[in-house]
Every structure is written in structure tokens, then in C-alpha cells.
């Protein structure tokens, strides 16, 4: 059951990410934007070879082999046992969705489709990365209340 929910996440990842970034690459010009929200929210077409903000750029074929080591070893840890309840299950999970379907780009394009361009905030970036983000605070909030649980327990 643990498995279904976590294979599921990933491929419900992969597949929305890249289907709104093929919507992006067939709908907009690079540089080109979409009003969705006057004043909030835009999307806006760029392609990023690099890494998070435009860093290392037109390296992010690097990143490639990181990605899938990253899926082998939670694969990994989840086949062993170590990945228990349904919060870090879906916290692995998004973030080896998110970096699953950033690699797809890379290996495909030498570069990321990028799109998500709020006005309130800097960079832009696409759905694999808010999967990644939103998979990391998932794992800390695990972490966060697995150290109060242990506390409790102790005290």
C-alpha cells in the first residue's frame, strides 16, 4: 500500500509537471507571458540550463546523474523499510518527482522549462520545482514531529 501511494505521487508528478511545461513550450514564445492574475501571477517562458536561478548555467546536464541517484537511493529506502508513514512517503516522494521530471528536461531539451512567474516574489520557476520544495518541508515536518513524538516519550 506504501509503495502504490508512493509510485503514484512520483508518476502524478512527472506527468503533470511535464504536461504544463509542453503546454508552456507550445503556447509561448521564450520571454512571453501570460497574464493568469493581473498583478500576481504570470506565466512567463524560460528556459534555464542551469540549476535553481539560473545558477551553474549550461551545466544542468550534470544534474542528471544526481537526479536518478537520488530516485535509486529513496527507491532504496523505501524497498529497506526506512521511509515509514504517509508524510515522509509523500515527502520522498514529491521530491524524487520533482527531480525526475527537471532531469526529463535536461536530458531532452540541455535545459529546463520554467514558467511559474509570481510577481511578489524573485526567480521562476515550474511545478517539478514546487514539488521539490514542498517534498523537503514535507521531510522536515516528519522529522520535526518524529523528534517531539521521541521527546515526549522520554520525558
Not at 141 to 150: E, H, Q, S, V, Y
Request: hydrophobic fraction near 55%; charge should be positive.
Amino acid at each position: 500500500m506504501i509503495s502504490i501511494l508512493f509510485y503514484s505521487v512520483i508518476i502524478l508528478v512527472i506527468f503533470i509537471d511535464q504536461l504544463s511545461k509542453y503546454w508552456i513550450r507550445t503556447q509561448l514564445n521564450v520571454g512571453e507571458s501570460l497574464v493568469i492574475w493581473e498583478g500576481v501571477l504570470n506565466f512567463t517562458h524560460i528556459q534555464n540550463s542551469g540549476a535553481v536561478g539560473g545558477l551553474f548555467e549550461g551545466y544542468g546536464r550534470l544534474f542528471v546523474p544526481v537526479a536518478i541517484i537520488i530516485a535509486v537511493v529513496c527507491i532504496y529506502m523505501l524497498k529497506k523499510g526506512y521511509l515509514k508513514g504517509k508524510l515522509l512517503i509523500i515527502g520522498v516522494a514529491l521530491y524524487v518527482g520533482g527531480a525526475i521530471g527537471n532531469a526529463i528536461d535536461r536530458v531532452l531539451f540541455n535545459q529546463v522549462t520554467d514558467f511559474i512567474d509570481f510577481s511578489f516574489r524573485e526567480g521562476i520557476p515550474n511545478l517539478a520545482d514546487y514539488a521539490l520544495i514542498f517534498g523537503v518541508i514535507l521531510i522536515f515536518i516528519d522529522a520535526f514531529i518524529g523528534a517531539l513524538r521521541k521527546r515526549k516519550s522520554v520525558g
